[in-house]
T-cell receptor, first 114, second 111 residues
Framework: GAGVSQSPSNKVTEKGKDVELRCDPI?????LYWYRQSLGQGLEFLIY????????KSGLPSDRFSAERTGGSVSTLTIQRTQQEDSAVYLC????????????FGQGTRLTVV | GDSVTQMEGPVTLSEEAFLTINCTYT??????LFWYVQYPGEGLQLLLK?????DKGSNKGFEATYRKETTSFHLEKGSVQVSDSAVYFCALRENTDKLIFGTGTRLQVFP
């Protein structure tokens, strides 16, 4: 597609359930990033990929969070046993793998844990 | 690790006022620096960037200069408009390609 696509756009889930968030980056972009934006807060770095590898997973809040990327394209962020504090907007971005390259953002997935 | 620090908002200005939003960074290498903007109800988009010391990025009347000696990348605009009301994020990209953002600064411009 023309831009970064995230699905679903909104997700309401019950506490304790697992959720999967999907990101379709721009074709040809080797770098892919996941961030979390809580209400009124900044962008919290979660994880990024270079191709299918994740050089830095340091931002994942707990072992309930995991992410993978296959074929150097689509990525999924999985949250197991969701908690209310997981409620936030989850943003995905992609870019060419060059230091000065612009990162393009998706519209995000708004996750609400009830 | 590397980090970005922005001034806390909100910043409230009248139309045509001068704007400065401070941003400083900590980095072990020579990062690229960016300003992103998030307009109400929209996604983040790049506003401007600079890739080496003394570079000046500019767009839509905004500008920022990469100052290595003070590790800063302050955003400025000479005359703000109501349509500039948004949240502004300073960011750095390490040589490893990790992209780190500041906490964001909300700008509110009133007529």
């Amino acid at each position: 597609g023309a831009g970064v696509s995230q699905s679903p756009s909104n997700k309401v889930t019950e506490k304790g359930k697992d959720v999967e968030l999907r990101c379709d980056p721009i074709s040809g972009h080797t770098a892919l990033y996941w961030y979390r934006q809580s209400l009124g807060q900044g962008l919290e770095f979660l994880i990024y990929f270079q191709g299918n590898s994740a050089p830095d997973k340091s931002g994942l809040p707990s072992d309930r969070f995991s992410a993978e990327r296959t074929g150097g394209s689509v990525s999924t962020l999985t949250i197991q046993r969701t908690q209310q504090e997981d409620s936030a907007v989850y943003l995905c971005a992609s870019s060419l793998g060059q230091g000065m390259a612009e990162a393009f953002f998706g519209q995000g997935t708004r996750l609400t844990v009830v | 690790g590397d980090s970005v620090t922005q001034m806390e908002g909100p910043v409230t200005l009248s139309e045509e006022a001068f704007l400065t939003i401070n941003c400083t960074y900590t980095a072990t290498g020579y990062p690229s620096l960016f300003w992103y903007v998030q307009y109400p109800g929209e996604g983040l988009q790049l506003l401007l960037k600079a890739t080496k010391a003394d570079d000046k990025g500019s767009n839509k009347g905004f500008e920022a200069t990469y100052r290595k000696e003070t590790t800063s990348f302050h955003l400025e605009k000479g005359s703000v408009q109501v349509s500039d009301s948004a949240v502004y994020f300073c960011a750095l990209r390490e040589n490893t390609d990790k992209l780190i953002f500041g906490t964001g600064t909300r700008l509110q411009v009133f007529p």
